[in-house]
């Protein structure tokens, strides 16, 4: 039997920004080693996601700068393949979140230089050229969980939901554990919704 084709697929839709995201995609790299299942990674964006929503002025702003590394990482895909997606991804972030840097451009040259990427990606952050298949990534998701809900969005045998929203990123066991749990929740054809109000930020560790 192939081990590979029995491995179970894991649809997960992340804009580099957002930090919640970020906790979310350290859990489900931990369960790709303690489970059978594989990841397959996407873009949505948040920049999209509020396109004609009336917010304040500070995220507004955020926004603007959303679109660099989203647009990077898409053109990365249609140009190298799907496979750079996890990888870049991962760099960015960890340069971004756990480094707690904002130097979008260096951080940009720096993670594609660590994947092997050619430098010249990073003109694609201030261009349009692969706007459609970005727009395209994001609608796949909101498609699954609906237009009332952000980024992570995580999907398994054809159920998405936002979330699960984490902190920290449980590892080992207790993220395969945790795995265990959303995989029996997507398996509920009624199940919509799970949430209680954060009391803390995003922990870095």
């Given at each position: 039997?192939?081990?590979?084709a029995?491995?179970?697929?894991?649809?997960?839709?992340?804009?580099?920004?957002c930090?919640?995201?970020?906790?979310?995609?350290r859990?489900?790299?931990?369960?790709?080693?303690?489970?059978?299942?594989?990841?397959?990674?996407?873009?949505?964006?948040?920049?999209?996601?509020?396109?004609?929503?009336?917010?304040?002025e500070?995220y507004?702003?955020?926004?603007?700068?959303?679109?660099?590394?989203?647009?990077v990482?898409?053109?990365?895909?249609?140009?190298?393949?799907?496979?750079?997606v996890?990888p870049?991804?991962?760099?960015?972030?960890?340069?971004?979140?756990?480094?707690?840097?904002?130097?979008?451009?260096?951080?940009?040259?720096e993670?594609?230089?660590?994947?092997?990427?050619?430098?010249?990606?990073?003109?694609?952050?201030?261009?349009?050229?692969?706007?459609?298949?970005?727009?395209?990534?994001?609608?796949?998701?909101?498609?699954?969980?609906?237009?009332?809900?952000?980024?992570?969005v995580?999907?398994?045998?054809?159920?998405?939901?936002?979330?699960?929203?984490i902190?920290?990123?449980?590892?080992?066991?207790?993220?395969?554990?945790?795995?265990?749990?959303?995989?029996?929740?997507?398996?509920?054809?009624?199940?919509?919704?799970?949430?209680?109000?954060?009391?803390?930020?995003?922990?870095?560790?």
């Amino acid at each position: 039997m192939d081990v590979e084709a029995a491995r179970d697929v894991v649809d997960f839709w992340f804009d580099p920004l957002c930090p919640w995201a970020w906790m979310t995609s350290r859990w489900i790299v931990e369960v790709e080693k303690v489970r059978d299942v594989e990841v397959r990674w996407h873009v949505m964006s948040l920049a999209v996601l509020n396109e004609g929503r009336d917010l304040p002025e500070d995220y507004r702003t955020m926004l603007d700068g959303a679109w660099g590394p989203v647009r990077v990482v898409i053109a990365a895909a249609a140009l190298h393949g799907d496979e750079v997606v996890g990888p870049l991804y991962t760099a960015l972030g960890t340069r971004r979140h756990p480094g707690g840097r904002t130097d979008t451009e260096s951080i940009v040259a720096e993670s594609l230089a660590e994947v092997g990427l050619p430098a010249d990606l990073a003109r694609f952050a201030t261009s349009d050229e692969y706007d459609e298949q970005l727009r395209a990534s994001h609608q796949r998701a909101i498609d699954l969980v609906g237009d009332e809900v952000g980024t992570p969005v995580v999907a398994f045998n054809g159920t998405a939901f936002f979330g699960p929203v984490i902190t920290p990123a449980p590892r080992g066991e207790a993220a395969g554990r945790l795995w265990d749990g959303f995989a029996l929740i997507t398996s509920v054809p009624g199940f919509y919704e799970l949430k209680r109000t954060r009391t803390q930020g995003p922990v870095f560790d």
